[in-house]
């Protein structure tokens, strides 16, 4: 095949020059357009000449064998892409929706100014123990106004008396109508007195270890409840779960209440049940005849003059 292309370059190299001869026996061609016309005739040639297949005798320029005929056109391989490093688009920043208002009451976390851990469990009563430093101030959770105050700590491991065990304590009859105690106390602040209205966040006493935690590492005895007689001191060491608004309280959410779960533990045991847990007090020693008799026991307690709720 190849032997052919070459045979009709040369007839055409051929026919080129016979023509550019008869030129010049015209006198009309100059001898230095020949070698012009005849580059011009091969390039055309060149370019015109259709290829030669490849044959057996004519093997491919990669010297790998030609696939066979299967009667299907073969499938070309996509490209390989080479991978990429794809960066994560900067995410904006959070946007911060207020807690929403779940009462028409604002709350504190009871201790302030300090670190502070409690357990979420019960713990023979419902309350809690708040564990935070000596000296750190237990304020007021809620608006409303001072219903009790202990300011001497009676309490002695010879008696355990129920009504002692919480030492110096004040308790605040809140606006919601529930009866907050914080005992343990070192100390209660100055102008804390039955009936003194305080709002939320108002320091009442600062954590001790008074009481029956006369052993233990200071911490404040919280407890929630509702207003009823002094005597019945087993209502006030607590009736009702608080960490829940513990942790609410302490988290943001200043609007959670305890008052819809305190209305419905006291419908369901009355507001003056019969104490069932820790009510035992150890007897008291016999007093010798010559001694004056003890003062009742609750005298030290200063009360508040508010109505039941």
Known sequence: MRSGHKA??????????ITGACGSAGGTTSVSARPAALSQAVAAAATTAPA???????????????????????????PRVPPQTLRRPKADEPVRVPPPKLSDFTYAFPVQ?????????????????????????????????????????????STDRGADREGRFVTVVGDDGVRYLGGHLERVAPGIVPGRRVTAGQILGQVGNSGNARSMASNLYFA???????????????????????DAWLNGN??????????????RTGAAPR???????????????????????????????????
């Open 275 to 309: 104490c069932t847990t820790l009510c035992a007090s150890k007897p008291k020693p016999k007093s010798k005849p010559t001694e004056r008799p003890p003062r009742p026991d609750d005298k030290h307690i200063t009360v508040g003059t508010l109505s039941g709720g």
């Open 8 to 17: 009709r370059l040369a007839a055409v190299t051929g026919a080129v020059l």
């Open 113 to 157: 100014g300090c670190r502070v851990t409690y357990q979420s469990q019960l713990l023979v009563l419902p309350k809690t123990t708040i564990w935070a430093a000596k000296g750190c101030s237990f304020v007021s959770p809620v608006n409303g106004v001072v219903d009790e105050v202990n300011v001497k700590n009676r309490w002695t491991a």
């Open 52 to 78: 030669a297949p490849e044959t057996s005798e004519t093997p491919a320029a990669t010297g790998s064998p030609a696939p066979e005929a299967t009667g299907a056109a073969t499938t070309t391989p996509a």
């Open 224 to 246: 929630i409840s509702w207003k009823t007689d002094p005597s019945l001191w087993w209502v006030r060491r607590g009736m009702v779960n608080p960490w829940n608004y513990l």
């Open 254 to 267: 200043r609007t959670l209440s305890p008052r819809d779960e305190m209305t419905a533990v006291r419908n």
